[in-house]
């Protein structure tokens, strides 16, 4: 690959050159990240790029669209098929974009909806007051229970009853837990509410039959094929049949122009292979490996947020190591694992700060990683939280993470070295 700007823009290839050194040489632990087998890197630079179509198959206000349609209607079609849907759109182009596809889709400005804070675990895009959403509708906002440290639902059920949303939102960003999306159903249905879940995060574990499926559930399901689904950068959105031109017509021409061709034919890749039992395969390691490490990680004396996890993120909180999630997180990227610091309900500390970390184990189970390195992943962890201030441990740690990383190649062919 690069074999044209190598010669054309010696800039950007260097950089490309030392990004995929730097993923070969890490250990990447962060819970949105993956890395997207080499048939998604070949897709996401084809010649579909070249194609303007706006609208959907079959309804496009630009010529010559015949060929592609073929390729998107493939990927609506497998979509469908991955999730039980009635329909599917593939065409937004992230998965803060298909949430504001479906708002646009149901409500008005100025519209009340239910969702989880962000502080708690939610996404930016269910109503935080700097992003669009809180910017335009009037979101309320659940959390979780300060002993259990999972999703109140009597709160969600009193604050449904209290406000009357016209959308109840379920899905979060940072939340080791099975959400009950019954439970979520039946409120919103008890309120004459619209039920949407944003599986983001979860979408790959539903796919590979590990995690529970919102699809029955909700009136509307939004994801990406970005982070357990280890695709392209993208988002799509899931619904009852009878939703399906509502939005579509959000989507486009509510929301978005254009869509992304060639993303749209790496999702259908991906839509594909989600179905398959090496995916099923994978989808189980993730959950195993991240058990083994939020028990490791415990052993270890870290506390672990709501005791342990049912999914692909491990939610520690560092207090019990005298640290915080920024100094954690700083010097865990200094000794090669990325992790990202984040917020813990009830958190005292600030969202720069933080008392905790977010670790996901699906990129470096794509990797290939089981049980056994996910036991030395948390005495790498273990070490760096234990030294945080001793350069020589954490060189050592940077040396064994590397070592690591390095015995679980990434996109052998894709630069000579
Ligand atoms: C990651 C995430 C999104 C946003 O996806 P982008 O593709 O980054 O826009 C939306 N909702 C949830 C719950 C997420 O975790």
Redesign the pocket.
Known sequence: MLKTVRNTDKELYEIIKEELARQRTGIEMIA?ENFVPAEILELQGSILTNKTAEGSPGKRYHAGCGVIDKSEILGIERAKKCFGAGHANIQPN????A?ECVYTAVLKPGDTVLAMDLAMGG?L?HGHKINFSGRTYKFIHYGSKKDTETIDYDQVERLAKEHRPKLIVA???SYPRFIDYERFSEIAKSVDAYFLV?M??VAGLVAGGVHPNPVPHADFVTA?T??TLKGA?G?FILCKKEYADKIDKAVFPGVQGGPILQTMAAKAFTFKIAMSDEFKEYAKQVIANAKTLANELENRGFRIVSGGTDNHIVLVDVRSKGLTGAELDQALEYAGITVNKNMIPFDPSSPMVTSGVRIGTAAMTSRGMKEAEMVEIAKLIGMVAQNIDNKAVLDDVKERAVAMSKKFPLYKDYIEE
Not at 94 to 97: I, Y
């Open positions: 949105s992230g998965g803060s974009s949430n996404h895009s899905g979060a960003s944003d983001a995060h990406t970005t982070k950068r988002g």
